[in-house]
């Protein structure tokens, strides 16, 4: 999450990741860069390849490596899973939703960071002037979940994310036909839940406790 207080000096910023992780007194580069993100999230819906692949992909991403320390990746991706989570709102008091018999009912995605990837980027060109292409490698992923979350509703992925979010319950005839078009065509193709995307974290971590403790 972006902190504007937060500094980048990692003796100053005993909590929290920006660049660094700190294991048993060593400091390792740790890539954050919005691009490295999206990847990491590509590559857990990838089936391609094996959970065990998957770990040591991503621990490269991040890394550079892969560590040979289990307790190193334990310790590292629970940092990371963490952190990726973290959102400035509704952490603490936002209940889950339920179905009219009060069964809890999976929180929606409206938005894939990859399948949409056109549309965000014309939305930052459109909005901030940022060209995305460009700022691989360089854009902390706080800078641009924070700008991603400002994109105002003229932007072509405001636009898509409405589609997608608008009730169609009390539309009729054409209104209707188009909206249920509209929201076919931008339809997502996975990981459709919030829970689904927990999912993937958890069997990520479970497979490095697994090696961790074979």
């Known amino acids: ?24 007194g060593k400091a390792y580069k740790l890539d954050l860069s919005f691009d490295t993100v999206i990847s990491f999230y590509h590559l857990l819906d990838d089936e391609h390849f094996t959970a065990e692949e998957k770990v040591s992909i991503g621990f490269e991403m991040f890394f550079g490596f892969t560590p040979q ?25 936002e209940e889950p939703s339920s179905d009219m018999q009060g069964n809890p009912t999976p929180a929606v995605k409206y938005y894939s960071f990859t399948q949409d990837a056109e549309a965000i980027y014309s939305s930052f060109r459109e909005q901030y002037g940022i ?34 979010m608008r009730d169609t319950s009390e539309l009729k ?42």
């Open 1 to 24: 999450m972006l902190s504007l207080t937060r500094s980048e000096d990692r003796k100053s910023n005993p909590t929290g990741l920006n660049n660094e992780f700190d294991y048993q």
């Open 69 to 93: 320390d289990p307790d190193f990746a334990v310790s590292a991706f629970e940092q990371i899973s963490s952190y990726l989570r973290e959102q400035p709102y509704g952490n603490d008091d």
């Open 173 to 214: 005839g054409q209104e209707l036909t188009d909206a249920l078009s509209a929201k076919q065509y931008y339809e997502l193709n996975e990981n459709k839940t919030e829970e689904a995307r927990e999912q993937q974290f958890t069997g990520f971590m479970n497979t490095i406790k697994a090696w961790a403790q074979s």
């Open 131 to 164: 060209n995305l292409l460009q700022e691989k490698g360089k854009m902390h992923w706080d800078e641009f979940k924070a700008l991603f979350s400002g994109l105002n509703d003229k932007t072509y992925m405001s636009r898509i994310i409405q589609i997608r």
